[in-house]
């Protein structure tokens, strides 16, 4: 099963008919699910509850979100390598999982911005310390037929749990009568049910070591192929990324536009519904199709989204905006880590997922404070322009490469 051995672009293994993903992908999908539960629970009243409980400046949110991103980029690069180097990937997963879900309730009582986003770097830590080796024990617990699949209900999952979270926090909010730290507390329930999922109920799946005698030059051909291959992702990804700030921005762009701040939670509901209903089937498409076209599809989309908040001058098309945004989301997250395991064996897997969101989280910090500063020093459209254009680029370079 090492992905070494079957380097493709995603479309010259086809799915077995009938084969069922294992037991371990649906259990890892299901920590996920109860993850963003408790995550989404509280991301979409961040913004309402930073500048108007806590008077953050929407630079704030640039420094934040970035920071965040960025760490949890130098989580996944060093959890992806002590995961190969270990051959083990649950404690790590289980670890990450555990140190966010202790961190999140916090929010409960910060008193300002600065704590939030010492908070956030806690929470973004965990997430990328358990990231790559998640994404390694997915790929090494499945078919390679089936790695679309795999990674598609995952995110679908994952994305379920963000839909059952802002619309948790739409029946909370009004029983709580507007008090968003109360919400804030009802995020440990689901978080502590994926905690113990994580230790309990998930299997260790070692990746084999590679036999010596294909370590080296009867191996360089595909390798090389697949080095190649690899260094277009990461070419597309870290260009794309330089341009995709935070999501809290299309939020503020919302408000901007004159939408209630308590109309949050209902965009990122309709956004994850979305993402949610097309996440399973793009991955499942995408173990009969190059995944390579669907994803330079995603880029389109989120180009065409982002210009869309960049032209528009009222609130009624935020709502359609938001509802294209999910298919970005499904058309590449699980994808580009499918195509990733496709091209990297078992054994430097987590390694490979390490160095992918590296190079996302690296570009996360100057892609908000970029938005940020184009928001205060030009105007609200100004940031969503730039993102189109650097996402039309990325676009551009997956299918001309």
Do not use: C
Not at 131 to 141: C, N
Not at 200 to 215: G, L, Q, T, W
């Amino acid at each position: 099963m090492a992905g070494g051995s079957e380097p493709r672009d995603g479309s010259e293994m086809p799915a077995k008919p009938g084969l069922r993903l294992p037991r371990n992908v649906w259990t890892i999908a299901w920590v996920a699910f109860f993850n963003d539960t408790a995550t989404e629970l509280g991301y979409w009243l961040l913004p309402q509850f930073l500048v108007t409980v806590l008077g953050a400046p929407p630079m704030a949110f640039g420094l934040i979100e970035g920071a965040a991103e960025t760490v949890s980029s130098f989580g996944r690069l060093l959890s992806g390598w002590l995961s190969d180097r270990l051959r083990r990937r649950k404690p790590l997963v289980a670890v990450g999982y555990t140190l966010a879900n202790l961190v999140k309730p916090l929010l409960a009582i910060t008193q300002s911005w600065g704590q939030v986003f010492w908070i956030r770097f806690g929470d973004r830590a965990a997430k990328g310390f358990r990231a790559a080796p998640r994404d390694a024990l997915m790929a090494d617990s499945v078919d390679p037929a089936q790695r679309g699949a795999a990674f598609g209900l995952r995110q679908a999952l994952d994305t379920a749990g963000a839909i059952l979270g802002p619309l948790s926090a739409i029946v909370l909010l009004p029983l709580f009568g507007g008090k968003v730290r109360n919400v804030f507390w009802v995020a440990t329930i689901p978080g502590l049910a994926s905690v113990l999922l994580a230790w309990f109920a998930v299997k260790e799946v070692r990746p084999p070591a590679r036999p010596p005698s294909i370590s080296k030059s009867s191996a360089s051909r595909p390798n090389e192929i697949s080095g190649r291959k690899l260094r277009l992702i990461l070419a597309a990804v870290g260009l794309f990324s330089l341009g995709n700030s935070s999501d809290l921005f299309l939020v503020l762009r919302a408000q901007n536009l004159g939408m209630s701040a308590w109309t949050a939670p209902a965009l990122g509901l309709l956004f994850n519904v979305v993402y949610t209903l097309l996440s399973w089937p793009a991955g499942k498409l995408s173990d009969r199709v190059p995944r390579r076209l669907l994803i330079a599809a995603g880029y389109l989309v989120y180009a065409g989204v982002y210009a869309g908040f960049a032209i528009i001058a009222t609130p009624q098309l935020v709502w359609f905006l938001f509802a294209v945004y999910g298919s970005y989301y499904a058309l590449t997250e699980g994808l580009i880590k499918a195509w990733v395991a496709d091209l990297v064996p078992s054994d430097s897997r987590a390694s490979a997922f390490g160095v992918l969101n590296w190079v996302v989280g690296v570009a996360a910090l100057p892609a908000s404070l970029l938005a940020g500063w184009f928001w205060q020093h030009y105007s609200p459209a100004a940031p969503f322009a730039f993102s189109s254009l650097l996402a039309f680029l990325a676009a551009l370079l997956l299918l001309i490469a």
